[in-house]
């Protein structure tokens, strides 16, 4: 029979809307959080990244948000496009180089 | 240019067969990582090597499991004997790490379903 699988979040957008993602990360001694996009049938593809020292950076229409206070990571697009539809994952790096994933949110942008 | 290049793409095989994964990382980067893709447990890290050395294999399921680097260019993970609950999509990345910002950089990954 079928296994039981994560569940992921879905997150459904207008496009042209905004869209925010958000991730609550475990390690208070990680210094370095990644965002990663996964379309399907190919491997997680870098979107942008923040160190520990930052609260907010900004990309090509992404912005990530740290907010170290309560272990929370957000990503944020503008003018959402069809072509952003993935899965969205972000990822923590502490003592050592080991990244580590989280379950990831599905994102569906609606034409 | 190339990114990391991953083969086979697909892998197909029966419960007890030996396989073997490959992979090529970026030209210059000196870390490479192996991770493992469920859907029960989504991304895990299996093992990952710095210059060719394994650092950290604590992620590897069992014994079944080994992984090789043996030069900057090239690594394998190999499973023998395979069980089908090895079926998942396995991933290889790499990095430069060293530098301030260092994210991985991921292959398309080989999909194993072993029956």
């Known amino acids: 029979g079928e296994s039981v699988g994560l569940h992921l979040p879905t997150l459904s957008v207008q496009e042209g809307d905004n869209s925010i993602i958000n991730c609550a990360y475990s390690?208070?001694?990680?210094?370095?959080f990644i965002w990663y996009k996964q379309e399907s049938g190919k491997g997680p593809q870098f979107i942008i990244d923040?160190?520990?020292?930052?609260d907010k950076r900004q990309g090509q229409r992404v912005t990530v948000l740290l907010n170290k206070t309560v272990k929370h990571l957000s990503l944020q697009i503008a003018a959402t496009q069809p072509g952003d539809s993935a899965v969205y994952f972000c990822a923590e790096r502490g003592g050592g180089f080991k990244t580590i994933f989280g379950a990831g949110t599905r994102l569906f942008v609606k034409a | 240019d190339a990114g990391v290049i991953q083969s086979p793409r697909h892998e197909v095989t029966e419960m007890g067969q030996e396989v073997t994964l490959r992979c090529k990382p970026i030209s210059g980067h000196n870390s490479l990582f192996w991770y493992r893709q469920t859907m029960m447990r989504g991304l895990e890290l299996l093992i990952y090597f710095n210059n060719n050395v394994p650092i950290d294999d604590s992620g590897m399921p069992e014994d079944r499991f080994s992984a090789k680097m043996p030069n900057a260019s090239f690594s394998t993970l190999k499973i023998q004997p395979s069980e089908p609950r090895d079926s998942a999509v396995y991933f290889c990345?790499?990095?430069?790490?060293?530098?301030?910002?260092?994210?991985?950089?991921f292959g398309n990954g080989t999909r194993l379903t072993v029956t």
């Open positions: 390690n208070s001694a990680s210094d370095y």
């Open positions: 923040i160190r520990s020292n930052m």
């Open positions: 990345a790499s990095s430069l790490l060293g530098q301030t910002n260092s994210p991985l950089h």
